[in-house]
């Protein structure tokens, strides 16, 4: 990074931060805040040493970008916690503070305090990815297919509506999971980079920096300072803590995009063969019964696979997934059935 891209990047994080502890309302979170725009305003001194040791000529003054302006005006709307990605985008650290512990971190559990007994509750994320695509599959393609049924009683164009449905939204699922997972990995690719150029540059701002976090966490001042220095004196652990920690994110949950909108496309397509392969096997008023039986019959299977994630009772999910799903039908069938009195 070259000097004065480092001197605006920590002006800015600065900057951000006192807008963050402004629109905390809580006090310990408004205090970490703002002793972290302090931390910034302390290494963008050290660029600016940095530059005039190389000759380089500094500007004086900071003024933020449109981008920060924009995100500042974004966290005074939504507040920090809703706005903590973009935040974590922009180089503002502790975010990880509106997050549960991260599954799997080697933090002590004098860190992590009670949360540290509930690891796993967020686990299983491919999973339940999976009983959504399912899901958006089903009810997606079955709406189409009953509202192209109400409009015409054409098994053939019903039929090939249903392909089309199934196609078009499989292919749109996997590019927008493509699209989110490459997002989210160059996202963490920039800011690591950013931490590593930091971590040899200023390795003991970058503790204090972890302390405070630490603090805010409710670890005491010397524990938190002797927990952060022990690990930024080893490079690879003070990466990955540092990721997890500042950023708020957790590199394990980084997929590939390619496996993601494949996942994702298959299981979109999973969900919108049901509702379309009785009209495969048979025609007219048969097909379209069987495809109503078949549909409401994975709506409540998958109401109830749902369940495992809400907590709720798996009669209550299915049964309410399955009246979602029925008047999702009934209205597309209905105005299907209107367009075709009203076309024919």
Not at 159 to 188: D, P, T
Not at 254 to 280: D, E, I, K, Y
Not at 297 to 309: I, K, P, T
């Amino acid at each position: 990074m070259k000097e004065h891209d480092g001197w605006t990047e920590e002006k800015q994080s600065a900057w951000l931060y006192r807008v963050v502890a402004r629109a905390e309302s809580d006090g310990g979170r408004k205090a970490l805040f703002e002793e972290l725009a302090g931390e910034a305003d302390k290494q963008a001194e050290m660029w600016q040493k940095q530059a005039n040791r190389t000759g380089q000529q500094e500007a004086r003054d900071f003024r933020p970008g449109l981008r920060a302006r924009v995100v500042a005006r974004l966290v005074r709307t939504f507040g920090p916690r809703r706005m903590r990605g973009v935040l974590a985008a922009m180089k503002v650290r502790g975010m990880s503070i509106y997050t549960k512990s991260v599954p799997g971190h080697f933090m002590s559990p004098a860190v992590q305090g009670g949360e540290h007994r509930h690891r796993g509750v967020e686990s299983g994320g491919n999973l339940r990815a999976a009983v959504f695509g399912v899901n958006d599959g089903l009810i997606s393609n079955a709406s189409l297919i009953m509202g192209v049924a109400g409009a015409s009683a054409d098994s053939a164009i019903v039929l090939l509506s249903g392909a089309a449905g199934l196609v078009a939204g499989a292919f749109s699922m996997a590019a927008g999971e493509y699209v989110s997972v490459r997002s989210q990995r160059e996202m963490y690719e920039y800011q690591i980079g950013l931490e590593q150029e930091e971590l040899e540059h200023y390795p003991d701002a970058e503790a204090e920096e972890l302390a405070l976090i630490y603090q805010a966490r409710g670890v005491p001042e010397e524990d938190a300072e002797r927990m952060a220095r022990e690990i930024i004196a080893d490079p690879s652990k003070a990466l990955d803590t540092l990721a997890r920690e500042e950023l708020g994110l957790n590199p394990d949950d980084l997929g590939s995009p390619t496996g993601a909108a494949l996942s994702s496309f298959g299981s979109f397509a999973v969900g919108a063969l049901v509702p379309l392969m009785p009209f495969l096997l048979t025609s007219g008023e048969r097909a379209l019964g069987i495809s109503i039986i078949a549909t409401a019959l994975a709506l409540f299977a998958v109401g109830a696979c749902l369940s495992l994630f809400t907590g709720r009772g798996a009669w209550f999910s299915g049964l309410r997934m399955l009246a979602i799903g029925a008047c999702a039908g009934a209205l597309t069938y209905g105005i299907g059935r209107l367009l075709g009195v009203s076309l024919a």
